[in-house]
């Protein structure tokens, strides 16, 4: 880059540069605010972002002995807001990316179209998830234990009795969840509100979405409830809310019979398209945690009661 040798056309020159910088940061400055809104309803940190005080016009009569002083600042300066300048803009880059994720999530391709085993799998224990979940808490499984071994005593298999309309739930909803991962489509959203209400939570673990993405944080602040109204591409009109925070994820639907639908984090696979349009096949560590919780719970279940109940028969014999 040219330089003049001249002093104080170089100040001249640094006093641009920081002019120049000092106008590229302000702008940036707005964007952050612009987008910050959407950043911290989806738990995003804000960066600081102080105040930037309004750069001097260049000095007319700066003595000739001042004029190196003049420019080692105003090139302070100009680093100053050009290093400034990139850190905000990381910020905004990073926002529009997600919000970009958001508005425009991976394609699905037109159904009937396979539903893998793991989704298979984990949509079906989700029903029992829900429920015997609260069994790893010590309180409950003690008394989960002892309400067990007391209907042991009236026939080993009486304890599997809760597990015929546990199991009956878990399959209804199973059956809906897996209708819309065959058939289902992104719809079109028509209108969207969000409501505060219920209790307030402190640190509590929560699933937010944007787009197809999901991901489990803490939670501070009063739950939210997302209030959707959709068409289907059959022209189908339907209406669905989602519950827990603010939800920025997909809505899918049956496209002819909208009464099918959920949110993403609705559904146990927490599923996601691929570059093909198809589901991919893989499960979030949580997904596979749950399930295969919610999988040892069951077996164990009826495992311990045909073992009792065997084990009488033995007795009798």
């Not at 910020?91 to 989704?119: D, I």
């Not at 002892?146 to 809760?162: E, I, W």
């Not at 501070?220 to 289907?232: A, D, I, N, S």
Request: glycine share 8%; hydrophobic share 45%; net charge positive.
């Amino acid at each position: 880059m040219y330089r003049s040798v001249d002093p104080r056309a170089r100040c001249q020159e640094a006093h641009q540069r920081a002019v120049a910088a000092h106008a590229a940061l302000l702008a940036t400055r707005g964007h952050v605010f612009s987008l910050a809104s959407r950043a911290l309803s989806a738990g995003d940190e804000m960066p600081m972002v102080p105040e930037y005080a309004p750069l001097e016009p260049f000095p007319a009569g700066v003595p000739d002995a001042m004029l190196e002083s003049y420019t080692k600042r105003f090139e302070d300066l100009a680093d100053y807001f050009t290093n400034e300048h990139a850190r905000l803009s990381a910020f905004v880059e990073k926002t529009r990316t997600g919000l970009q994720e958001s508005q425009s999530p991976l394609p699905l391709a037109p159904g009937p179209r396979a539903v893998p085993f793991s989704y298979l799998l984990a949509e079906t224990m989700r029903g029992y998830w829900v429920v015997l979940r609260w069994a790893l808490f010590p309180p409950i499984t003690m008394v989960f234990a002892m309400g067990f071994g007391g209907a042991s005593v009236v026939h080993p298999l009486v304890p599997l009795l809760p597990l015929l309309p546990l199991g009956l739930y878990a399959a209804v909803r199973a059956k809906r969840r897996i209708a819309v991962l065959r058939n289902g489509e992104v719809v079109e959203i028509l209108s969207r509100t969000v409501k505060y209400g219920g209790g307030r939570m402190t640190n509590w673990p929560m699933t937010f979405a944007r787009g197809w993405k999901t991901e489990v944080r803490t939670y501070t602040g009063t739950g939210q409830e997302t209030h959707f109204q959709f068409r289907t591409s059959r022209g189908a009109f339907g209406q669905v809310s989602v519950s827990g925070v603010e939800y920025d994820g997909v809505i899918v639907a049956d496209p002819q019979r909208p009464e099918l639908v959920f949110g993403v984090i609705d559904f146990g696979s927490m599923p996601r398209p691929n570059a093909q349009g198809q589901w991919d096949p893989s499960l979030p560590l949580r997904v596979w945690v749950a399930t295969l919780l919610a999988l040892a719970i069951v077996t164990a279940w009826v495992g311990v009661a045909v073992a009792m109940t065997l084990h009488a028969v033995h007795l009798v014999d």
